[in-house]
């Protein structure tokens, strides 16, 4: 990639936005790929499965592990199917989540929700295929021939592994469980850390992993990787939490401050704006002191980790 | 195994049940290792995801992918992942199908669906929980063990690849979509036979496959088992329908003539009983003339073919 790792030092600023947006059109050209085309049978799932993943998005994750497989002195092409099937796995739990039976959110990323546009049933079973396809992503040789066997086969099952054990009952599905008992409820501190992590740290912390993973990264890097990705993605919850309580739904594109008002635990409503606000910052601080083995070649992780609690929407 | 492949003169019949049974307890014993326990956070998930896979269910799906192995010279455990990971999927096929904003089913297996006893939101997660644990069964290396990585990832990446394209968007999800738009349609041999094969052939066809696959079946065995699967998977899904119409909900232990009640199309609806019959037998003798390079050793697939249009429920 030509603009990382190094900035120059008079627009550090341009240089990340720039860092984004190339390894974001590769992740876009990566999904649009391997999603099944709408005219193929049966189209309405096909156009469910497209809309809940294209036209729209930060691709946080994706580029999260492109970045850690570059650190790792890895091909950004190399880290695609793990960078595709996080965004797949992130899109379906966002589907679910918003069903009537769960969340009942009506907008996201500033459009209506696949349930709305698509139906229940539709929604249901297009994130149940997106879900499915993460995992066949993972053993495709490319998005350009979808049939082809992975050449890596030990590769592949423990990109698999990884996956399934951040998205599954000990991990994604886990937390959306507590999140939604928790409405109500006593409102407790560990609680709260149980749900984020599980809800949206595990995946953050996948993404981070499974770039590494297929850079071939050591079990160092991997566990130095590991520590950046976990205390990234509690300090993406908490900042998730911080903006729906000081955006507006425009500024945001989802509707906001819903979970306050269902009773819902966040980090703002159980220590204040403020003490929110030191504990993501020393989250991202603790992240970046994570990355002290790769030196100067981490640039663009630490700016990614600064984006997560700086980002407007 | 003691009881296969050879069985008495005398007593055809027992020897089948009772190699069936014994592959049952096999199963059943890895499901149980497999699925988290239910003390174990959180507890109102793990209940759902147990009570969907276990207290009943034929295992159909996994004995056929034990056989498949064992025609191919394998040994049957070394198939417990690929049959623990089909029966996880088909068990979360069946929850979030039976959801009301699908086909709205109270009984399952004669007794409360599981959004009947959990309600929709943990019915949905416990199904996606259901597919993400079946992904990783693929990729460990025994359910006592199951935190450790399986040892052949070359292996572990083609069940995974076949198990997704078995269960994703142009097999299972893709049957289900068109089921539910063709409530009401125009009747057509043409649809009949698309929903069919992808609803409940892919994954008949898929058990098979996993389980030559896992004792290392050469291409010649995995076409011939894939031909057998096809044939076994319509055949089940046509003597299904015809169970559906000639039989009591306490026979079934689920609600019967829902479908023809509800316009959806059904074999029998179709072409009438006598001709639905005659299909599904013919689907039969297919399969079984596609075991015929295996020779003797395939009795027990033979049987199974058989059992699959004869079972009373």
Known sequence: MSSSPEPSAAEPQAWFERA????????????????????????????????????????????????????????????????????????????????????????????????????????????????TLAFEVLTSASPVEPTGQVEDGALAAALVSELAKAAGHAAIVAGQVADILAQGAEPSAELLDYIHRNKTGALIRGAVRMGALSAGASQEQLQALGTFGECTGLAFQIADDILDATSSPEELGKTTRKDPARGKLTY?????LEKARETADGLVEEAIASLAPFGREARFLEELARFVVLRKR
């Open 20 to 131: 984004c947006a190339e390894r974001r059109r590769l992740v876009d050209s990566a999904l649009e790929g391997w999603l099944p085309p709408e005219d193929e049978r049966p189209p309405e799932l096909h156009a469910a499965m497209r809309y809940a993943v294209l036209g729209g998005g930060k691709r946080l994750r994706p580029i999260l592990a492109l970045a850690a497989a570059e650190v790792c002195g890895g091909e950004v092409e190399r880290a695609l199917p793990a960078a595709a099937a996080v965004e797949f796995v992130h899109c379906y739990s966002l589907v679910h989540d918003d069903l009537p039976a769960m969340d009942d959110d009506d907008l996201r990323r500033g459009r209506p929700t696949c349930h709305k546009v698509f139906g229940e049933a539709m929604a249901i079973l297009a994130g149940d295929a997106l879900l």
């Open 268 to 272: 703002p409503g159980l220590v204040g």
